[in-house]
Nanobody, 121 residues
Framework: QVQLVESGGGLVQPGGSLRLSCAAS????????MGWYRHSPGKQRELVAT???????NYADSVKGRFTISRDNAKNTVYLQMNSLKPEDTAIYYC???????????????WGQGTQVTVSS
């Protein structure tokens, strides 16, 4: 069993900052890519940022220069530092991880439960 648990969402004013965390636990052999998606009402799910096991990163154009993704491999944790937040960043943010499960050595995509980020004055 593999579980991803997110934290750090909340309400922030425009221009403010939040830091999301997502910790993976369970029968993990290794973690390949980790990342964040977001979904807001009336919009399609959007890839926000990804980071590979080799710490190569990729960002959506809408967040470049404002968001920073990082990971701590020793803690199986991925972070999303969000600065200069805008109302259009309001969404539920989901973390995901491309994990190879221990013993079975099977690869799969795992998702967190989602954390609400609201940017409003």
């Amino acid at each position: 069993q593999v579980q991803l648990v997110e934290s750090g969402g909340g309400l922030v004013q425009p221009g403010g900052s939040l830091r999301l965390s997502c910790a993976a636990s369970g029968s993990i052999f290794s973690i390949r890519a980790m990342g964040w998606y977001r979904h807001s009402p009336g919009k399609q799910r959007e890839l926000v940022a990804t980071v590979t096991s080799g710490v190569s990163t990729n960002y959506a154009d809408s967040v470049k220069g404002r968001f920073t993704i990082s990971r701590d491999n020793a803690k199986n944790t991925v972070y999303l530092q969000m600065n200069s937040l805008k109302p259009e960043d309001t969404a539920i943010y989901y973390c995901y991880a491309d994990i190879i499960v221990a013993i079975t050595i099977r690869r799969g995509d795992y998702w967190g439960q989602g954390t609400q980020v609201t940017v409003s004055s």
